[in-house]
């Protein structure tokens, strides 16, 4: 069945091209949930190096690195897109440089030169960044402005769930604890993979990168594109002039505006919670690929459901209601993370015991930490699923490339800035925990932005604010 587009003309789409759209997200997730966040990232930090500190710091460097290029490009790749036409080849691109850097990390054996790893992940993380720069884009001629909050939201779901289905895949068939050498359902691990030399960890890159390529073939295969509106060359000279008109036009289109900011600040917050969370933790407690693996597995539990309820929120109350409330959780979290450490939770004002009752998460502190993370496993998927309709329910199909690109830019325009005040403090006070403290300023900032931001930011229909 055809649906109608964001603008209210006709969408080339069907149910179908719908689904392979919703699936690049099910395609994509697994890169952030096994590769950064939980089991590549954490193995990074832990076991990598001898040094975890330092071994933080470069990685929150990696990321900060990787946020100044995305933050520069993405305007200027979203503008000359919506010249050129077609998302589609821009996708294909930078699909196959992320596949190829991903599947590089496999080489990241213990006590091999740091630096490879670093420059594969920077060049992987720019070129997943732009390829979802290009797809977001896709979004406002393909479904109705009425329905673009739960779409939004239920492909952010499939994207969990799908990064959930490899993560546990990971945890019971590949991931061995170094002193069993058995895997969470006690079997050593498939293939012969052995966790002294990291091979649980470093096998996420090429298993990420063959479910991207899997996955992102139903949307080349049957979601409907852009037709090619002028030449390369053309387009270039185009977009670039589109850009600057459109940083001009932000100033008369305030709504857009203030939100863009707003999405800016609290952006860089959930960055930096969903980059350096897991290997807070690892750094912390001394989590193996384990722990960190059933604590990526119940806080993608829990942001399904998240985003399934969020869908319906969105679509009855509003992206920015959502957004709101998704903040408020993930600022009560962090500040249960950062408050949290061996013997107590809150910054000591509640101790807790230091006995391990043996097994996973035995100490009172590791469970006061899975509480937190279950929050936040609640409110990220919704703040960035409902973030995406926020700006898609704000522009006109016609000018969807360049405002993503602006998007995007605004989710990293200053997200270095959140890793490198965590690396900054990190160094300064030897403290990670002191770190991970600076990101609730950035998480608040935003949130109090927010609220004085119109919704929609900006009507495509009427070009004034509501």
């Given at each position: 069945m055809?649906?109608?587009?964001?603008?209210?003309?006709?969408?080339?789409?069907?149910?179908?091209?719908?689904?392979?759209?919703?699936l690049?997200?099910?395609?994509?997730?697994?890169?952030?949930?096994?590769?950064?966040?939980?089991?590549?990232?954490?193995y990074?930090?832990?076991?990598?190096t001898?040094?975890?500190?330092?071994?933080?710091?470069?990685?929150?460097?990696?990321a900060?690195?990787?946020?100044i290029?995305?933050?520069?490009l993405?305007?200027?790749?979203?503008?000359?897109?919506?010249?050129?036409?077609?998302?589609?080849?821009?996708?294909a691109?930078f699909?196959?440089?992320?596949?190829?850097c991903v599947?590089?990390?496999?080489?990241?054996?213990?006590?091999?030169?740091?630096?490879?790893?670093?420059?594969?992940?920077?060049?992987?993380?720019?070129a997943?960044?732009?390829?979802?720069?290009?797809?977001?884009?896709?979004?406002?001629?393909?479904?109705?402005?009425?329905?673009?909050?739960?779409v939004?939201?239920?492909?952010?779901?499939?994207?969990?769930?799908?990064?959930m289905?490899?993560?546990i895949?990971?945890?019971?068939?590949l991931?061995?604890?170094?002193d069993?050498?058995?895997?969470?359902?006690?079997?050593?691990?498939?293939?012969?993979?052995?966790?002294?030399?990291?091979?649980?960890?470093?096998?996420?890159?090429?298993?990420?990168?063959?479910?991207?390529?899997?996955?992102?073939?139903?949307?080349?295969?049957?979601?409907?594109?852009?037709?090619?509106?002028?030449?390369?060359?053309?387009?270039?000279?185009?977009?670039?002039?589109e850009?600057a008109?459109?940083?001009?036009?932000?100033?008369q289109?305030?709504?857009?505006?203030?939100?863009?900011?707003?999405r800016?600040?609290?952006q860089?917050?959930?960055?930096?919670?969903?980059i350096?969370?897991?290997?807070?933790?690892?750094?912390?407690?001394?989590?193996?690929?384990?722990?960190?693996?059933?604590?990526?597995?119940?806080?993608?539990?829990?942001a399904?459901?998240?985003?399934?309820?969020?869908?319906a929120?969105?679509?009855?109350?509003?992206?920015?209601?959502?957004?709101a409330?998704?903040?408020?959780?993930?600022?009560?979290?962090?500040?249960?993370?950062?408050?949290?450490?061996?013997?107590?939770?809150f910054?000591g004002?509640?101790?807790?015991?230091?006995d391990?009752?043996?097994?996973?998460?035995?100490?009172?502190?590791?469970?006061?930490?899975l509480?937190?993370?279950?929050?936040?496993?609640?409110?990220?998927?919704?703040v960035?699923?409902?973030?995406?309709?926020?700006l898609?329910?704000?522009?006109?199909?016609?000018?969807?490339?360049?405002?993503?690109?602006i998007?995007?830019?605004?989710?990293?325009?200053?997200?270095?800035?959140?890793?490198?005040?965590?690396?900054?403090?990190?160094?300064?006070?030897?403290?990670?925990?002191?770190?991970?403290?600076?990101?609730?300023l950035?998480?608040?900032?935003?949130?109090?932005?927010?609220?004085a931001?119109?919704?929609p930011?900006?009507?495509p229909?009427?070009?004034?604010?509501?």
């Open positions: 055809a649906v109608r587009g964001i603008e209210g003309a006709p969408a080339r789409s069907s149910r179908r091209g719908i689904w392979g759209w919703m690049f997200d099910w395609a994509a997730q697994p890169f952030f949930t096994v590769v950064t966040t939980f089991v590549f990232g954490p990074f930090v832990a076991r990598l001898s040094d975890p500190v330092s071994a933080q710091a470069a990685w929150s460097n990696m900060t690195i990787s946020s290029t995305i933050a520069i993405s305007p200027i790749l979203g503008a000359i897109a919506d010249q050129s036409g077609p998302r589609k080849p821009w996708i691109f699909a196959a440089v992320k596949i190829t599947s590089m990390l496999w080489f990241a054996a213990p006590g091999s030169p740091i630096i490879w790893p670093l420059i594969f992940m920077i060049l992987a993380s720019v997943a960044e732009f390829s979802t720069v290009f797809n977001d884009s896709m979004m406002p001629r393909l479904v109705s402005k009425d329905e673009v909050g739960r939004s939201n239920v492909a952010w779901g499939l994207g969990y769930l799908g990064g289905i490899v993560l895949a990971i945890v019971a068939l991931a061995a604890s170094p069993t050498g058995l895997t969470l359902i006690g079997i050593p691990p498939l293939f012969g993979l052995d966790p002294h030399l990291g091979e649980d960890a470093r096998i996420t890159g090429p298993i990420a990168a063959l479910w991207y390529f899997l996955f992102i073939l139903p949307m080349f295969f049957f979601t409907p594109d852009t037709k090619k509106a002028m030449p390369f060359a053309e387009a270039v000279r185009s977009g670039l002039q850009l008109g459109t940083v001009r036009e932000l100033k289109r305030k709504g857009i505006s203030r939100f863009l900011i707003a800016m600040l609290y860089d917050g959930v960055n930096g919670v969903l350096l969370g897991g290997t807070f933790a690892a750094g912390m407690f001394g989590w193996a690929t384990i722990e960190i693996g059933i604590f990526g597995i119940l806080l993608n539990v829990v399904i459901f998240g985003c399934i309820a969020a869908g929120l969105d679509k009855a109350m509003g992206s920015k209601r959502v957004v409330a998704s903040l408020v959780c993930l600022l009560i979290a962090t500040l249960g993370i950062v408050s949290t450490g061996p013997g107590f939770v910054f004002m509640l101790p807790l015991s230091m391990d009752g043996g097994g996973l998460f035995g100490t009172a502190a590791e469970k006061a930490y509480l937190f993370g279950l929050l936040i496993g609640v409110a990220f998927g919704p960035q699923a409902s973030s995406r309709s926020y898609a329910r704000s522009v006109s199909s016609s000018e969807a490339g360049r405002y993503f690109g998007y995007a830019l605004s989710g990293r325009a200053t997200s270095f800035m959140a890793t490198l005040f965590f690396s900054l403090a990190t160094y300064a006070t030897g403290s990670a925990r002191l770190g991970m403290a600076t990101l609730i950035f998480l608040l900032a935003g949130f109090l932005l927010l609220l931001t119109p919704y930011a900006d009507n229909d009427t070009a004034t604010e509501s």
